[in-house]
């Protein structure tokens, strides 16, 4: 069934904007006046004019993208929906009467036809990977196998929070010594190129040998305000360069590599794949989705290609018959006390619970350890701007003390 945009009139006359699936602009329309809207205008939706909905993918534009609080805001409301006794059909129905997203509306569009013609919920969300990971799809897919998705969904929005929730501690312990430090560059940058000119153009009428801190400053001075589009065009470059190489196979590696390397921030990104990939892992098998499966969806969610291949070595063990606590020992990707857990999640028949204890116990590190290394940060960038601005204020006292002292 086509879906269709709108634009009508409500009983008090605003202007309403929607979606909404018919037959024919005629039998949208009509659907319209049914429901108590006088319809304006009615047009194709443009991800249905290209093709079948079941088929075609919504593009989404940057600035209208589906945020992770909506998505686990959906899957509660469609998991107390079903918990309700209402069909799959009409529950979706009742969601996008709901949302105001309008990306949002689309995909859901497309769902409720798919799921109306016939397809299962899970192969509606596989049609749009950019909103519904690999993760979301296989739990659903699972939950609908053993009869159970009402349970899956509310597990899902379960974990939408716990990540939503981390990364919000996170974003907010990191925005103070992130503004600081723009702040700073800034301010120094101002300084340099357009204050200490004005300043330091009295010694330069002077003709007299300067002390070397005043050279050097009136040395950066000069560059920079002369060649300060320069700078910006290079450091600009330079994160261009950096994205693209990363992009590839052979950078990515490198920089995934690079960054279980760095003295703590090493440390910091262990914690946290191991904590993404306990918490995936678990969820995945307490919703009945086999290991190998598990492990072969998780290896794309954990962000680190050296833990991909850790994890892929792992799925040849365990195929092969093997414990997955041996298939990761000695491996330094996986701390040893997390290998020990998972042992003994193994040997007891609970190794879900286990996994839930094991990113329980990382998010915890990685919180405490984000809120250490920020604590750290102010200080630093304190004593960065202080000595800085030592500089520039010593550089532009000296030549007027050796002025005083000539005069003398």
């Not at 018919?22 to 939706?45: H, M």
């Not at 969300?125 to 799809?137: A, E, M």
């Not at 833990?307 to 040893?336: H, Q, W, Y």
């Amino acid at each position: 069934m086509p879906v269709y945009e709108y634009r009508a009139l409500d009983r008090a006359g605003k202007n309403q904007d929607g979606i909404i699936d018919a037959d024919s602009p005629i039998a949208a329309r009509q659907k319209l006046r049914e429901t108590g809207f006088f319809p304006v205008s009615v047009k194709t939706s443009v991800s249905s004019a290209k093709g079948s909905d079941s088929t075609k993918t919504v593009r989404l534009p940057f600035f209208n993208r589906i945020k992770l609080g909506e998505l686990s805001v959906a899957t509660r409301q469609l998991a107390i929906l079903l918990g309700a006794g209402i069909t799959l059909v009409a529950s979706l129905e009742a969601m996008l009467m709901q949302v105001t997203n309008p990306a949002f509306k689309r995909v859901l569009a497309q769902i409720k036809e798919s799921v109306n013609e016939g397809n299962s919920l899970a192969h509606a969300l596989s049609n749009h990977p950019r909103v519904f990971s690999n993760v979301y799809i296989n739990m659903v897919r699972a939950g609908e196998a053993s009869g159970s998705l009402e349970l899956v969904l509310h597990r899902l929005a379960d974990l939408s929070e716990q990540e939503q929730a981390l990364k919000g501690r996170l974003k907010a312990a990191m925005a103070y010594p992130v503004l600081m430090s723009v702040v700073g560059v800034v301010v120094v940058f101002f300084l340099v190129a357009f204050v200490v000119p004005n300043v330091t153009r009295i010694f330069n009428e002077m003709h007299q040998a300067l002390p070397l801190p005043t050279v050097l400053l009136i040395g950066i001075s000069g560059f920079l305000m002369k060649f300060w589009w320069l700078v910006f065009a290079m450091v600009l470059a330079l994160m261009v360069l950096f994205w693209r190489l990363k992009n590839t196979q052979k950078g990515r590696y490198a920089w995934d590599r690079l960054k279980l390397a760095i003295p703590l921030l090493g440390a910091f990104n262990i914690k946290t794949a191991v904590a993404r990939f306990a918490r995936t892992l678990g969820s995945l098998l307490q919703n009945g989705v086999p290991l190998l499966t598990a492990l072969n969806i998780v290896k794309n969610v954990v962000g680190n290609t050296l833990f991909a291949e850790v994890i892929d070595s792992a799925m040849d063990a365990v195929e092969k018959g093997n414990a997955l606590a041996n298939a990761i020992t000695g491996n330094r990707c996986f701390p040893p006390i997390a290998v020990q857990m998972i042992s003994a999640g193994e040997q007891s028949g609970h190794l879900e619970e286990m996994l839930d204890k094991i990113a329980d116990m990382y998010e915890r590190e990685v919180e405490s350890q984000v809120l250490t290394m920020t604590s750290m940060l102010e200080p630093v960038m304190i004593l960065f701007m202080g000595v800085t601005v030592g500089f520039i204020v010593v550089s532009m006292l000296l030549p007027i003390f050796d002025l005083n002292q000539m005069i003398r």
